[in-house]
């Protein structure tokens, strides 16, 4: 079971309620409650929680300017901590254990450079602890696993696959793709010395390894395969005009100022529906359980007594 996708899918659901849905008031609150639920109380106190996490996990996202689809999106998930329950899930010390070691590390990677204690230290600052993440994935593992019971049933035939291949040809070709090193420096008086050096024999590794002022000094500039669409516009057509053990000119982009060599290139192709069979059935189910889930979320929620105070946002 693939608890992590179906924990992506179950956000992405409750940022569209955070983005697209309309709140109405209701003035007959204690001061402290911001929302009921079923008779169950939201309060400010968790509002302001949920909004400080949401805001830490996911930074792109102007949470603090949304109290009152916050406050919505935490009745829903509410009402799915309650049909998990009612449906007999739980979520095991071990399972949980093993989500919170997978955030905490991934959050790491991203905010700390893999330093989980001064991750911790970043938690603390924003308002937040170690304690407060498991709670919170506790809520999301159950919502998974509802997402999972919900579904279990929605299948797909062989025809709905062909069918599938055959809509969605962009799905199932590989871009073009060229295989690059870069040396990135700060001037463009050192990246244009460096160029002579090149044009005359340098070795481009050695030169990034000893120069590059971004993470992959240690791996001689190499950045891999990519296709169009991942780096910034003024790299990626310099890169993608060079042919294999060509170099660019001195290219400068937000990050700085790049000299770019192609090692290879791949065309693009189209995959064959044998070839692609396998991944075109999980993403036509992954699909048709997304919208079965859906159905089931809209159905939940009207049938639910959700009450919101008169919060402000977007």
């Known amino acids: ?73 935490m009745a829903l998930e509410y009402l799915l901590i309650d049909e998990a329950k009612r449906h007999g899930l739980k979520v095991g010390k071990d399972e949980l254990d093993k989500a919170v070691e997978e955030l905490l590390f991934t959050l790491a990677l991203q905010r700390t450079g893999g330093d989980e204690k001064a991750l911790e230290s970043l938690l603390y600052k924003a308002g937040l602890s170690v304690r407060l993440a498991r709670e919170m994935l506790r809520e999301q593992e159950l919502s998974a696993k509802l997402y999972e019971d919900v579904t279990k049933d929605v299948q797909v035939t062989d025809e709905d696959v062909r069918k599938y291949y055959d809509e969605n040809p962009d799905f199932f070709t590989e871009q073009e793709q060229v295989k690059a090193r870069h040396i990135l420096v700060s001037s463009r008086e050192e990246s244009e010395k460096i160029l002579s050096e090149l044009k005359n024999g340098a070795d481009f590794a050695a030169i990034a390894g000893e120069k590059n002022s971004d993470a992959t000094k240690s791996q001689g500039g190499d950045l891999g395969y990519f296709s169009k669409g991942r780096m910034v516009p003024e790299f990626e057509e310099a890169a993608f005009k060079l042919q294999p053990g060509e170099l660019s000119g ?65």
Request: charged residues 30%.
């Open 1 to 73: 079971m693939n608890l992590r996708k179906h924990r992506t899918f179950i956000f992405i659901i409750l940022v569209a309620v955070l983005l697209g849905l309309t709140i109405t008031a209701i003035p007959t609150f204690s001061r402290d409650t911001v929302a009921t639920v079923n008779g169950h109380k939201i309060s400010k106190e968790e509002l302001d929680r949920k909004v400080r996490w949401l805001s830490f996990i996911y930074p792109g996202y102007d949470f603090a300017s949304q109290p009152a689809q916050v406050a919505e999106t």
């Open 250 to 314: 001195v290219v400068q982009t937000q990050f700085g100022f790049h000299i770019i060599k192609v090692e290879d290139r791949k065309p693009e192709v189209k995959k064959s529906f044998e070839e692609s069979q396998e991944d075109a059935r999980d993403l036509l189910l992954d699909d048709r359980k997304g919208q079965a889930f859906d159905a089931y979320l809209t159905d939940l929620k009207a049938k639910a007594n959700i009450e919101t105070k008169g919060l402000t946002g977007k």
